[in-house]
């Protein structure tokens, strides 16, 4: 009896060891990252472009989107997007879409003299001036980030700032 419970509890060992190493535990380096169990629905993401056009961004295809809400005035955003700007350009074999999300009531031309300040040209920027999406997916601070999968379904969320130019982050960007 003592000998068959050892042998369940080490086949229950050998199989949980053997969940944890097949996807990569990024939570263990990077505290801030939520990973859904289940992908989660999103729901529609209308923002406005820089002409104040009403935009759907749900149309996700084949890239995995990172979507990234930030302030002028947020600090650690001022850190990150230059690394999103990098991480943009290295494209991830060119299946990754980077989008910038300003949730401040200003106009273009002051978000871009401030992304040209940083030195991120490249990126495309949409608002959520009325803070519309910020309450419907729920964010609480700044900077977020939201990793949409290619199905279009919210597979993690990034609370506060991240170092994305990271190989061990990039990896597992790769991987979902």
């Excluded at 890239?63 to 809400?69: D, Y």
């Excluded at 949730?103 to 940083?118: A, R, V």
């Excluded at 977020?144 to 990896?171: Q, S």
Aim: glycine residues 2%; hydrophobic residues 45%.
């Amino acid at each position: 009896m003592l000998r068959n419970i050892f042998f369940l509890l080490l086949i229950i060992f050998i199989l949980n060891t053997n969940n944890v190493y097949a996807q990569p535990n990024i939570n263990k380096r990077f505290s801030n990252i939520i990973i859904h169990k289940i992908p989660k629905d999103l729901p529609v993401i209308e923002l406005k472009n820089k002409d104040n056009n009403k935009i759907v961004l749900n149309n996700f295809s084949s890239n995995i989107t990172l979507i990234n809400f930030w302030a002028t005035w947020c600090a650690p955003c001022k850190k990150e997007l230059p690394q999103l700007q990098q991480l943009s350009s290295n494209t991830i074999e060119k299946k990754l879409k980077v989008v910038l999300v300003n949730i401040e009531n200003k106009d273009y031309s002051q978000i871009q003299k401030f992304l040209n300040n940083l030195q991120v040209y490249d990126l495309e920027v949409y608002f959520d001036h009325q803070l519309k999406l910020v309450r419907e997916l729920s964010l609480r601070g700044i900077p977020i980030t939201l990793l949409i999968n290619t199905k279009g379904k919210e597979v993690a969320r990034i609370i506060g700032d991240i170092n994305f130019i990271d190989p061990e982050l990039i990896e597992w960007i790769k991987s979902l």
